[in-house]
């Protein structure tokens, strides 16, 4: 069993829909968990950061975290084509990206 | 250029053969971390440098891979011997410091035929 599980999707949804992606991870000692967006060929960009349990807004994203569940979720709100990307949730125990686990990657697609 | 960059973009290696893929970080990033996205996956930690120093190797999946960064700003990772289980994308980041935010590459796309 994988320490961060993550639906691969592919997730498609019209434009401004509010979309939802979760992961699940097995390790209690994860402390920070990020969100980073992944365009087609291209490397991750960090989109949330996150420590411990708790909710953090930033425009149109949410990030969840929920550490008695072992379960993240980032929210997109009024979701637009240039979301159209590779979601991948990453954690860790100690803070910085030295051996981050990241999930698998949901592949969203925002429709016109 | 702004951003951390990575060369080649692609490289094709027939089984068997030497390859180095190379990481030019952020100037002034003393941070650098090298990971490996198979098709279809998320990322797999394999190494962290602190300036010259690699700190972290315990991500390295075998004897066969080798990275180092010997003035503390350009990386090469280096894998002998290519296996087609090598196939993959090899990202590299860098940050400030451990513990802002890391940068990734483009990364490289190697294939072993």
């Known amino acids: 069993q994988k320490e961060v599980e993550q639906d691969p999707g592919p997730l498609s949804v019209p434009e401004g829909a509010i979309v939802s992606l979760n992961c699940t991870y097995s390790n209690s000692a994860f402390q920070y968990f990020m969100w980073y967006r992944q365009y087609s060929r291209k490397g991750p960009e960090l989109l949330m950061y996150t420590y411990s349990s708790g909710n953090k807004e930033d425009g149109r994203f949410t990030a969840q975290v929920d550490k008695s569940s072992k379960y993240i979720s980032l929210f997109i709100r009024d979701s637009q084509p240039s979301d159209s990307a590779t979601y991948l949730c990453a954690m860790n125990r100690r803070t910085g990206a030295n051996n981050l686990f990241f999930g698998t990657g949901t592949r969203l697609t925002v429709i016109p | 250029g702004a951003g951390v960059s990575q060369s080649p973009r692609y490289k094709v290696a027939k089984r068997g053969q030497d390859v180095a893929l190379r990481c030019d970080p952020i100037s002034g990033h003393v941070s650098l971390f090298w990971y490996q996205q198979a098709l279809g996956q998320g990322p797999e930690f394999l190494t962290y440098?602190?300036?010259?120093?690699?700190?972290?190797k315990s991500g390295l999946p075998s004897d066969r891979f080798f990275a180092e960064r010997p003035e503390g700003s350009v990386s090469t990772l280096k894998i002998q011997r290519t296996q087609q289980e090598d196939s993959a994308v090899y990202l590299c980041?860098?940050?400030?410091?451990?513990?802002?935010?890391?940068?990734f590459g483009q990364g490289t796309r190697l294939t072993v035929v």
């Open positions: 980041a860098s940050s400030t410091t451990l513990n802002t935010e890391a940068f």
């Open positions: 440098f602190q300036n010259e120093a690699q700190l972290d």
